[in-house]
């Protein structure tokens, strides 16, 4: 008996020994929870700085959200090692660069990049023959410029002809590239709610439902091509509420309620035409003002007359000043005079009435 439960020992610990070693890297990450039945991997809030190598092979659905992630390289999530993975979550993650490759999977259908301060978007981050992604969130990811354009080229080039869901809210857009929805024939639903479209003439409208709610519509003759869309159109929602925000005399109207009067574009505009009528009418207020000038100095021209004579007697009696001051300091008789003490004060008379008598003769 002792020597049997020594051999059950053996082979128990014989079967541990192999059941660690038969633990393949794949199985679960450290900090992430998984779940083979539902096929999911969570890895929520863990400040990981990079995606884990060894998620396991049976994982569709994973979540990788609120972590310190920044960059995601080439390869980045091995298509061979995750041939099922479906659905990605990459929220909040402080993603600054997703560079080429880096979303090459081969089964990918929703991808969720919200929230990530984008600074780089490669066109080919889903590889070189395109992705079979079906809906894609970018909600305030696309603060910076450059990323708009590398998702428009991205678009364009036809490497998601597959989308049906596009969300860009929250992105503060001003205005979307020209054709940047022409390569998605697939498109169904476009998310541009609270940004700040002041217009959609360059875009193309043809088949997408779009939530354009909450923006700040300039009613000018830019919208003209969006409110005719949009009253033959039935995929918008909620489109009775769009209403405009500028200039004033149109704030608060419904786009449905705007026609071609209130817009005033039947007109064209010729800006050499205006350049020229306002140097026009600038010479003829500038000519205006001068003629008004002269008429004042028309009217004053007595004072003024008199104010050049008092200036100039005024003049006059300060340099004669002057030349007094001169000839007595260049007098000899006055400079060599010498007084004692007894005669100083004759000399003083004497010289007050030699002065008075100049004054006198001139």
């Known amino acids: 008996m002792p020597g049997r439960g020594v051999l059950c020992l053996g082979l128990l610990l014989h079967v ?62 091995p298509a061979q090692r995750l041939p099922d993975l479906s659905a990605l979550n990459l929220s909040g993650n402080h993603l600054r660069a997703v560079e080429a490759g880096a979303l090459a999977l081969p089964a990918l259908r929703q991808l969720d990049l919200s929230g990530n301060p ?22 305030g990811a696309l603060r910076d410029h ?28 001003l205005l979307l590239p020209p054709g940047m929805f022409t390569a998605l024939p697939a498109l169904q639903q476009l998310d541009l709610s609270n940004n700040s479209l002041v217009g959609l003439g360059n875009v193309s409208f043809q088949g997408l439902g779009q939530l354009l709610g909450r923006n700040a519509w300039v009613c000018d003759c830019a919208i003209e091509d969006l409110v005719a869309w949009l009253k033959e159109s039935d995929q918008v929602e909620g489109k009775e509420a769009l209403t405009c925000a500028y200039p004033d005399k149109m704030l608060g109207k419904a786009l449905l309620k705007i026609n071609s009067l209130d817009l005033n574009c039947s007109v064209p505009i010729d800006l050499p035409s205006q350049l020229q009528t306002s140097y026009v009418f600038l010479g003829i207020v500038l000519a205006l003002i ?32 002057y030349h007094y001051r001169y000839e007595i300091n260049a007098d000899p008789r006055l400079t060599n005079l010498i007084c004692s003490q007894n005669s100083c004060k004759t000399s003083r008379q004497m010289l007050g009435s030699t002065l008075l008598g100049r004054y006198k003769l001139m």
């Open 16 to 77: 541990l020994r192999g059941c660690g070693s038969a633990q393949q890297p794949g199985s679960c990450p450290d900090l992430c929870k998984c779940s083979e039945p539902a096929k999911t991997v969570k890895c929520v809030n863990r400040n990981l700085t990079a995606v884990p190598p060894d998620l396991p092979p049976y994982v569709r659905n994973l979540f990788l959200t609120g972590n310190r992630l920044a960059l995601l390289p080439p390869g980045a999530f």
């Open 118 to 139: 984008l600074l780089s978007l490669s066109p080919q981050a889903f590889g070189e023959g395109g992705s079979p992604l079906e809906e894609l969130a970018l909600r």
């Open 146 to 173: 450059g990323v708009l354009l590398s998702l428009a080229t991205m678009l364009q080039s036809g490497a998601l002809h597959n989308l049906s869901r596009l969300e860009l809210a929250d992105n503060g857009l």
């Open 290 to 321: 001068g003629a008004i000038f002269l008429l004042v100095l028309y009217l004053n021209r007595k004072g003024i007359k008199k104010w050049m004579h008092n200036i100039r007697d005024a003049c006059r009696d300060h340099m004669e000043g």
